[in-house]
């Protein structure tokens, strides 16, 4: 009955407010399930059967730099550790971000922003590749057409590039496997910190 609620006055607001303080503090009880707009998803039909590098991006200057990020840092693929030893193989690795734009990359002479982010805000690193002296090498959901695959890609087959399909832990939704987003992890990825690393090391060979 209406006449039972405890009636608020002026006095009683202090209280209130204080309660409903304590109960808007935020909290998170599980992972939140992005859309595909939050993590700049990209459908497979969209790919063109090719893996997300920068050498087909459109604000890549081919084998130079990163229109975003300016000519100071060197952005371009590389094959480490040069020569194979007993304990280790040869590996290339593909450079990427999370603000890949599918498209041509630029061949003329260098062109930049005039407001330039740092590799760090823009999640430049690299990518392994299955092969040595791949036509193109980069990031995909599920690791097909010459591309790795992102540890948040869930099937029930032990080798993620033998499926069309996977299941999707970011978007809690199935995707194909030739698409990718900017959610894109794996647990070879080369950072930007270790990758300009190791180019200084094989510039230093030459």
């Known amino acids: ?26 909290d998170v009880y599980c992972v939140p399930t992005l859309k595909p707009a939050e993590v700049l998803f990209v459908p497979a039909a969209r790919m063109h059967a090719e893996p997300a590098t920068c ?20 952005v371009r693929k590389f094959v480490y550790p040069t020569r194979a030893t007993a304990d280790a193989k040869r590996i290339e690795y593909w450079p990427c971000c999370g603000e890949w734009n599918r498209g041509k990359p630029n061949y003329g002479p260098a062109t930049y ?30 690791g097909p057409l010459g591309g790795d695959e992102c540890d948040f890609y869930v099937t029930d087959e032990a080798d993620a590039r033998d499926t069309e399909e996977g299941f999707c832990r970011v978007l809690q939704q199935d995707v194909a496997a030739g698409a990718v987003c900017a959610a894109w992890r794996d647990d070879d990825w080369v950072d930007y910190a ?13």
């Open 1 to 26: 009955m209406s006449a039972d609620f405890k009636t608020y006055h002026a006095d009683s607001l202090r209280k209130v407010n204080a309660q409903r303080r304590a109960l808007s503090q935020p």
């Open 55 to 74: 050498y087909n991006c459109s604000r890549f200057n081919y084998g130079k730099s990163c229109t975003m990020i300016g000519p100071n840092v060197e």
């Open 113 to 142: 922003c005039d407001e330039l982010s740092t590799p760090d805000e823009l999640g430049l690193g690299w990518i392994n590749a299955p092969e040595v002296g791949q036509e193109i090498g980069g990031a995909n959901c599920g």
């Open 194 to 206: 270790r990758g300009s690393a190791l180019l200084k090391e094989l510039s230093g060979d030459n």
